[in-house]
Nanobody
């Protein structure tokens, strides 16, 4: 299984960016995809996830209303659409997958519950 994240870059505050995560070795339609991020000197932070069908999403409070997660199961690709970006959104963004949704949102927000990870893509938001 491989996850290939891309789309990061430098953007001004208030701008938008779309990250992609292409999955190989699995059928994304049977997997949950989550996004996490890690800012310099900080712990990894949960961003949000989308369920296997793409019909349900959940976001952290810090990005809710600004970020949207989607997936195209036919292309085996997930997306993180980021709007109204802030300097504090600067981080390396990672996609991750797991096979089944867990009962609690807290469990779904724990990176330890995701066996497959992409390599990360850097997003830098300038003020």
């Amino acid at each position: 299984v491989q996850l290939q994240a891309s789309g990061g870059g430098l953007v001004q505050a208030g701008g938008s960016l779309r990250l992609s995560c292409v999955a190989s070795g699995l059928t994304l339609g049977s997997y949950v995809m989550a996004w996490f991020r890690q800012a310099p000197g900080k712990e990894r932070e949960f961003v949000g996830y989308i369920n296997h069908s793409g019909g349900s999403t959940y976001y952290s409070a810090s990005v809710k209303g600004r970020f949207t997660i989607s997936k195209d199961n036919a292309k085996n690709t997930g997306y993180l659409h980021m709007n109204s970006l802030k300097p504090e959104d600067t981080a390396v963004y990672y996609c991750a997958t797991r096979g089944l949704s867990l009962a609690s949102a807290r469990a779904m927000a724990s990176g330890g519950n995701y066996p497959y990870w992409g390599q990360g893509t850097l997003v830098t938001v300038s003020s």
